[in-house]
């Protein structure tokens, strides 16, 4: 209270404040406290305790009791009814390696190697999947974007046949500005949604041609991220209606398919990039998969805690961070403890120091609701989770606000904006960010489509304008390149490995600085009328636009 006190005072006499971090609205809190509330929670988050947070482990059950008592001890009401925990039903599938994918038609026949030339496996939450004699067409892109006049499944239907897709967009692989976001990655270009597509056309199977360029990684990281346990969400319908067969083929065994067919690839891939292009069956040649899945089913948490709003408390501006990490490898010699202290034990504890800055502020007109996600490392599942059963109405859900990785690396000139002119949110940020006498500014790699990689994405794919910043890398102190070079550090050596520990001597100052433009942001969309949306042109607008409507 004294230094809301003091505040008040320095405003009246109209004296320049100094520290430029805490001046926004009445903080009661400076940068070195809410650095201090960091210090002190990620050093407990990713303490071995805690087992590196895997989801339905002991270790999650540490972490989603931590968060529950630090909402209760802020006074911070539950978010689900009387409960701070929504449940998430979690479907592990495990494909066996003897799957069968053969092609033949003509005079051509081929058996692919499993791990090697293709990669299969099934959203369908099902034992024993196969797919007979069904016909191929090459879709192209594989994209339906009625904003931008775009469809490759225009006069065909792909019913019960099998799709080959190309990865990434029209734009990236034309380099042609004009087209869908050039060289930026558009939803349409991730992998996920050439399968959500392929589904809604009906097709039997989808199949992604893998290019190293185009995906942003390369054949490895397919066969080995899509071999061995797979989470998904528990579907009530099993995931019948997705593809039967979902999977990957190389380069090398797509060339050779589309010459047995008497067609050529890299003809046919630079048509697809141009405006106009009509899907092209595969001759005679037919597809064959054979699989068989072993299921268990688990469950998780999501913690839910919220600060309702007086005036509008439907309206909701929702934060969200991921409470969940790798877990514990026991076949890893030595320590085999994935602690995840950047990725996001940060990024929780954000969640928590934002938390507090809110409740100690005069009650919001709209809610504002803290959402620490399960399972974000399996695939997004917590926050895809809470977008299928969503607790306050996603037509009325302002807006959302995720954090996953803070800096460790002290203060920062910049904040770097992933999917950089996406929506309105980011004239908030822009506004908050220059009140430090920072700048936003948009994320290097738009290629890489980052903004698809984390929770925000969930929200945004239901069309709620959804934000995702990170600190820069332009140090006050030691300036760009060294800034550049720690990033580059934590990516090569910490990223996802068991040395992403907690250190006492971190910087967090950095950290505790950008939190205060997000809670500038919810801040004050919690205290308007409007609903801010995404950019003109913008592939979630129509989504948002229709969801508002008649409101
Ligand atoms: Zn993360």
């Not at 005072?9 to 809190?29: E, K, Q, R, V, W």
Request: a negative charge; proline letters at 4%; hydrophobic letters at 40%.
């Amino acid at each position: 209270m004294i230094k809301l006190k003091l505040f008040a005072a320095l405003t009246l006499l109209g004296a320049p404040l100094i520290g430029c971090s805490d001046d926004s609205a009445n903080m009661t809190l400076d940068t070195a406290e809410v650095e201090a509330i960091l210090h002190q929670h990620i050093a407990l988050l990713a303490s071995d305790e805690y087992e590196g947070r895997a989801p339905a482990t002991p270790g999650e059950e540490k972490t989603i009791n931590y968060l529950q008592q630090q909402f209760e001890a802020l006074g911070i009401a539950p978010g689900n009814g009387d409960s701070y925990f929504q449940s998430v039903s979690v479907t592990e599938t495990t494909t066996a390696s003897d799957a069968v994918l053969s092609m033949k038609g003509g005079n051509y026949q081929a058996t692919f190697a499993y791990a090697q030339e293709m990669i299969v496996g099934s959203q369908q939450q099902i034992a024993a999947i196969e797919v007979v004699d069904s016909e191929v067409v090459f879709v192209g892109y594989g994209i339906v974007a009625p904003e931008r006049n775009w469809n490759d499944y225009a006069g065909i239907d792909v019913s019960g046949k099998t799709v080959i897709i190309l990865v990434n967009d029209p734009g990236y692989a034309t380099q042609d500005a004009e087209l869908f976001n050039g060289n930026a990655m558009t939803y349409y270009g991730r992998w996920t949604y050439k399968f959500e597509e392929a589904a809604r056309q009906g097709a039997a199977a989808a199949l992604i041609v893998h290019e190293t360029g185009p995906a942003g990684y390369g054949w490895e990281v397919v066969s080995s991220s899509w071999s061995g346990p797979q989470i998904g969400l528990q579907a009530a319908n099993l995931n019948l209606d997705r593809a039967e067969i979902e999977g990957w083929l190389t380069l090398d065994s797509a060339e050779a398919l589309f010459a047995g067919a008497g067609l050529d690839y890299q003809q046919l891939k630079s048509a697809a990039a141009q405006r106009g292009f009509s899907a092209v069956p595969l001759a005679d040649i037919k597809t064959s998969v054979s699989i068989e899945n072993s299921l268990r089913v688990s469950e998780s948490q999501n913690v839910i805690a919220m600060i309702p709003g007086t005036q509008r408390p439907e309206e909701t501006i929702i934060y969200t961070g991921h409470w969940d990490h790798l877990g514990v490898n026991a076949e890893l010699p030595g320590d085999n403890i994935y602690n995840g202290a950047v990725d996001n034990a940060t990024g929780t504890a954000a969640l928590l120091a934002l938390a507090r800055l809110h409740s100690q502020q005069a009650a919001p007109a709209r809610s504002i609701v803290f959402l620490a996600v399960t399972a974000e490392e399996s695939g997004l599942l917590g926050s895809q989770w809470y977008a299928e059963h969503p607790i306050f109405p996603l037509a009325k859900t302002v807006a959302n606000i995720n954090m996953d990785a803070m800096g460790t690396n002290g203060p920062m000139k910049d904040i770097v904006v992933v999917g950089y002119g996406s929506s309105e949110l980011e004239n908030y940020l822009e506004q908050a960010a220059n009140k430090q006498g920072r700048h936003i500014i948009p994320e290097p790699t738009p290629e890489r489509g980052y903004y698809y990689r984390s929770d925000h994405f969930n929200f945004a794919k239901m069309g709620i304008p959804a934000l995702y910043a990170e600190s820069g890398e332009d140090s006050v102190e030691n300036g760009r390149e060294w800034g550049a070079k720690q990033a580059q550090d934590y990516t090569d050596n910490r990223y996802h490995a068991p040395s992403d520990e907690y250190n006492s001597e971190w910087d967090l100052s950095g950290a505790a600085q950008d939190i205060f433009p997000y809670f500038d942001v919810a801040d004050k969309l919690s205290q308007e009328i409007r609903f801010p949306n995404w950019f003109e042109g913008n592939e979630f607008k129509a989504i948002r636009d229709a969801s508002r409507l008649g409101l």
